[in-house]
């Protein structure tokens, strides 16, 4: 029996946890070994799992010691599925869309509306850009009468969750292929209010303090792309979403809450940037345990 393990909670991986649930998969969390489950910067060095360890395991955006599974469903480093993936390719590479094609091939997704398909015979899991939306194709199953039905059309709010988590910057920029930046934003900002537990009028003016604070940030040029540089202004709430929204990269500097270690980040770039972050300039300023992908926008590393 196969059981799915998911990393740290985030709107994306709530997304995943129904969608695998509705769909009558087993999921489960990767834990501490206090026994709760993971926080972001403990996701990949988990101790433990809920349960199924006697059984094939699949790790969605978490890693347990000592334990290989079967599948891993991942974006953000060297090797994952979804790494140095494109926005263009946002629904193949974002950790939803590797669920939705993993469950389209075996037919186990939700009834969504059937597709139009595309006249061409295409793999199962294949993502489809037809009309404005987005289908994908599903695997032979079912039914004489399911087995007709080739492609089922993806719910918007899963394409807008893929677009948000994988390339949320470039989504802005329009880079995603059926992904209209003003439908994004809107989506964001209820999802995002929704998540916090607070006011969507509340997220919105911290949002716009960030853009306040980015359009005054002093600028500094990484390779040949213009940064943002906050790396003295401490901790900007909804700095990310304001950065992405308004085009500006940024760096700045996040402690973990519970180690007190600090790490700079570089978000929201077009590329550049963060090659240039890699290829030295990071180095040079100290930084060590470096990451990060040009194709997605990001990268960072733990301060000295």
Not at 1 to 23: H, N, Q, V, Y
Not at 80 to 93: I, Q
Request: proline share 7%; net charge negative; aromatic share 6%.
């Amino acid at each position: 029996m196969k059981t799915w393990f998911l990393g740290a909670g985030d709107p994306e991986m709530e997304r995943i946890r129904w969608l695998l649930a509705s769909c009558g998969e087993s999921v489960e969390y990767a834990l501490t070994t206090e026994g709760r489950r993971v926080r972001p910067d403990e996701a990949y060095r988990a101790s433990s799992l809920a349960a199924g360890e006697d059984g094939d395991v699949v790790f969605v955006e978490c890693a347990v010691l000592g334990i290989v599974p079967v599948r891993r469903v991942d974006h953000h480093h060297a090797g994952d599925p979804g790494f140095g993936r494109g926005p263009e390719e946002f629904l193949p590479a974002s950790s939803l869309g590797q669920v939705i094609t993993f469950l389209a091939r075996e037919r186990s997704l939700p009834e969504w509306d059937s597709g139009a398909g595309c006249g061409r015979e295409v793999a199962p899991g294949t993502f489809l850009p037809v009309g404005g939306r987005w289908e994908v194709a599903l695997g032979v199953g079912g039914d004489a009468g399911a087995s007709r039905r080739t492609t089922a059309i993806i719910p918007l709010d899963l394409v807008l969750a893929s677009a948000a988590d994988h390339c949320l910057a470039a989504a802005y920029r329009g880079g995603c292929p059926g992904v209209d930046p003003g439908s994004l934003a809107d989506w964001r900002d209820e999802v995002r209010a929704k998540f916090q537990r607070r006011p969507v009028a509340a997220v919105r003016d911290d949002r716009e303090r960030a853009e306040v604070v980015l359009r005054a940030a002093p600028r500094l040029w990484l390779a040949s792309e213009e940064v943002a540089d906050l790396r003295d202004a401490g901790q900007i709430p909804e700095l990310p979403e304001a950065a992405a929204r308004l085009g500006i990269p940024f760096l700045a500097v996040l402690a973990d809450g519970r180690t007190g270690a600090k790490k700079l980040v570089l978000q929201s770039s077009a590329g550049p940037a963060v090659e240039g972050f890699l290829a030295g300039w990071a180095a040079q300023q100290g930084i060590v345990n470096l990451y990060g992908d040009p194709a997605r926008g990001f990268a960072g590393g733990r301060l000295p």
